[in-house]
């Protein structure tokens, strides 16, 4: 059974990034829009331009323990799509944890 709180659709994204609200930081750019459910539901992207294979997924890792310790529980009803910058690299969980959360902030979410 596939987990309902990551978004995974093609539509569910184009609809994020036509209709949504976006907004950057030093390490992350967020695009959020409202879905109408209680829940919320994440994506965590990174793409070649952060590094290798091992560098994205450590940029995703970085990104979902952020999420996860300061973010999961003060959201509800919108859809996150969270995209690394090749910034991220060497970077610790903190300040990516600042970034997420001044990114959310200029969205208006926080």
Known sequence: MLNEKILRK???????Y??????????????????GREIVRTAFLASKKVGNSVERNRARRLMKES?????AKRLKGIDIVFIARNTIKDKKQKEVERSMNAALTKVGIL
């Not at 093609?10 to 609809?15: E, L, Q, S």
């Not at 030093?26 to 829009?33: C, I, K, L, P, S």
Request: proline residues 3%.
């Open 18 to 35: 036509k209709k949504g609200k976006s907004a950057g930081d030093r390490y992350v750019v967020v695009f959020v829009r409202p879905n």
């Open 67 to 71: 999420y996860r310790l300061s973010l």
């Open 10 to 16: 093609k539509a569910d994204f184009d609809r994020i």
